[in-house]
Nanobody, 123 residues
Framework: QVQLVESGGGLVQTGDSLGLSCAASGGTFASYTLGWFRRAPGKEHDFVAAVTWSGQPTYASSSVKGRFTISRDNTKNTVHLRMTNLTPEDTAVYYC????????????????WGQGTQVTVSS
């Protein structure tokens, strides 16, 4: 399995932008689909976005697709999530996840997980 470490979370204000990164090691990075999930207090893991080995993105919803951008760099074994126009509803712990194969929206389909990074958006 690949090991994942997220970074880049923090406290921002409504309307701000924030970038998250996830560094991978221990696996054949280019073979994995990388995804971002988030979990707000008291809620389940919500799919945010995923990107296949070839760079094809999938987003959770139209609101996320218009504000968030997922990308990956197979030469540096990293995946990024650029978030813009953040709102308090985006507050959650954001997790990077990996699976061998194509994109999936169900967190149960992912085999490897990072420890998560907190994103807090104040109103």
């Amino acid at each position: 399995q690949v090991q994942l470490v997220e970074s880049g979370g923090g406290l921002v204000q409504t309307g701000d932008s924030l970038g998250l990164s996830c560094a991978a090691s221990g696996g054949t990075f280019a073979s994995y689909t990388l995804g971002w999930f988030r979990r707000a207090p008291g809620k389940e893991h919500d799919f945010v976005a995923a990107v296949t080995w070839s760079g094809q993105p999938t987003y959770a919803s139209s609101s996320v697709k218009g504000r968030f951008t997922i990308s990956r760099d197979n030469t540096k074994n990293t995946v990024h999530l650029r978030m813009t126009n953040l709102t308090p509803e985006d507050t959650a712990v954001y997790y990077c996840a990996a699976r061998y194969g194509g994109s999936r929206r169900n967190h149960a389909d992912y085999d490897s997980w990072g420890q998560g990074t907190q994103v807090t958006v104040s109103s």
